[in-house]
């Protein structure tokens, strides 16, 4: 597609369980980004991939969270035995290179409700 | 930590006027500087960036300043819209620490007819 793509939309789950979140960038981005958005806040930096190089995960904000990203396509954000305080906004951005060499094309975003 | 932050939380104008947003930063090192617009159920759109050897940008309606001696950065829009009517987030990038983008809190602009 056009843009960078995010799925689901929405995900209900319920407290304990763990879930996949699932980000397909702008064919061609070498730089992927997933950032938190909780209700009312601003952006909370997780965790970018650029190129074949270690992911910079100084973000995550435990051992739940983590992500993969296979070549320069597909990310999966996945945070297990999830709790409360997970329910957020997951946005998933993607650009031609890191930092201050590109503008970030944001996706939708997956709106995550833990019960 | 390092952080980036804004002055005013909510700011609302009449259309037709000019807006104002302001943001403060705090990591010195920061090179590049980004401003985003997010209406409602949307991801942050670009709108305008600057880069550190620079003071001013513009664009379509839309003017960036930085000052990096008091580390402040501002969006002027002129001639705002209903369509303005968004939560703007200034980000901050220190090439020297990677690629991430830094977001501060944001403001939320809100455009009376």
């Known amino acids: 597609g056009a843009g960078v793509s995010q799925s689901p939309s929405n995900k209900v789950t319920e407290k304990g369980k763990d879930v996949e979140l699932r980000c397909d960038p702008i064919?061609?981005?070498?730089?992927l980004y997933w950032y938190r958005q909780r209700l009312g806040q601003g952006l909370e930096f997780l965790i970018y991939?650029?190129?074949?190089?270690?992911?910079?995960k100084s973000g995550l904000p435990s051992d739940r969270f983590s992500a993969e990203r296979t070549g320069e396509s597909v990310s999966t954000l996945t945070i297990q035995r999830t709790q409360q305080e997970d329910s957020a906004v997951y946005l998933c951005?993607?650009?031609?290179?890191?930092?201050?060499?590109?503008?970030?094309?944001f996706g939708e975003g997956s709106r995550l409700t833990v019960l | 930590g390092e952080n980036v932050g804004l002055h005013l939380p909510t700011l609302s104008v009449q259309e037709g006027d000019n807006s104002i947003i302001n943001c403060a930063y705090s990591?010195?090192?920061?090179?590049?500087f980004i401003w985003y617009k997010q209406e409602s159920g949307k991801g942050p759109q670009f709108i305008i960036d600057?880069?550190?050897?620079?003071d001013k940008r513009q664009g379509q309606r839309v003017t960036v300043l930085l000052n990096k001696t008091v580390k402040h950065l501002s969006l002027q829009i002129a001639a705002t819209q209903p369509g303005d009517s968004a939560v703007y987030f200034c980000?901050?990038?220190?090439?020297?620490?990677?690629?991430?983008?830094?977001f501060g809190q944001g403001t939320e602009l809100s455009v009376k007819p």
């Open positions: 980000a901050e990038n220190d090439y020297n620490q990677g690629g991430k983008l830094i």
């Open positions: 951005a993607s650009s031609l290179a890191a930092g201050s060499t590109g503008e970030l094309f």
């Open positions: 064919s061609g981005h070498t730089a």
């Open positions: 991939f650029q190129g074949n190089s270690a992911p910079d």
């Open positions: 990591n010195s090192a920061s090179d590049y």
């Open positions: 600057i880069r550190s050897n620079m």
